[in-house]
């Protein structure tokens, strides 16, 4: 069976000069691929997922596309076929497969920088698994129970990171430090979003959180790499951590309450001068 092309070997015209592309560009490929799929017999339904699925693409959005299979498909002759042309027709140079259960979703880039998701869905699986699904054709089975981000999980994350944010700036790695202090600060971005019921995987919904929460996660942003400023943002980092595990498991607070104030140098007396 033919591969399809990487970046590595793709033709040479694909390392000429790169045009962005343009909204109208990306909806008229949309279009095409949704066309392609109502005429492949393969395929027996298909739905918009992501912006466009909610009307709510913008200059940047891409293209996502949920394809069900007929039980009789060849899953791999689909994914290859679909493959083949994103790289024959539409100047893909590149691409990334992410499974979620059986589904498997191939992420292309585009010559032109746009990004095109297809998910490749078995007729048993084919549903809405967010609210992100406008069905174009077929019949979905009805949606799953979809289950939120555990706290629980995003606080382990958190107390992790934050042992190798303490030991990186004892061991003056700042790089290091950066690094994991960045990972800290999205568990701390997840656990806030959850509070507001805003989509927290990824961080998506942190724009939307009220001016004053990110007023107050901006104290969590590095401004240099400078010894002082790493510990003053972990510090910050840390104290709203240990406000948002309150907000959402007590008993935890109270057992990471004290290791975690000792990883900033925090002394308990200060809350009361």
Known sequence: MAQAPTARNAPAKAQASVRTFTAQERETLRAELVEAARKDARIIGAAHTGSAAVGLQDRWSDVDLALCLAPDAS???????????????????????????STLFRVFLLRNTLQVDLGFWSSADFAPIGPKFKLIFGTPNAAPNIAVPNPANIIGM???????????IARNRKWQAEYMLSGLRNQLIELVCLRCNLPAVQGRGVDDLPENIKKLMSECLLRSLDPSELARAFRATVLLLLDEIGSV??????????????????DDHEEHC
Do not use: C, M, N
């Open 158 to 168: 958190a107390w992790l990171y934050a042992l190798h944010v303490r030991s990186s």
């Open 249 to 266: 498991d007590k008993a935890a607070t109270e057992s990471l309450s004290a290791p975690l104030k000792t990883l900033i140098g925090f």
């Open 75 to 101: 899953v791999e002759d689909v994914i290859q076929s679909w493959s083949d042309r994103l790289y024959r027709d539409h100047g893909a140079v590149a691409h990334h497969d992410v499974r979620h259960g």
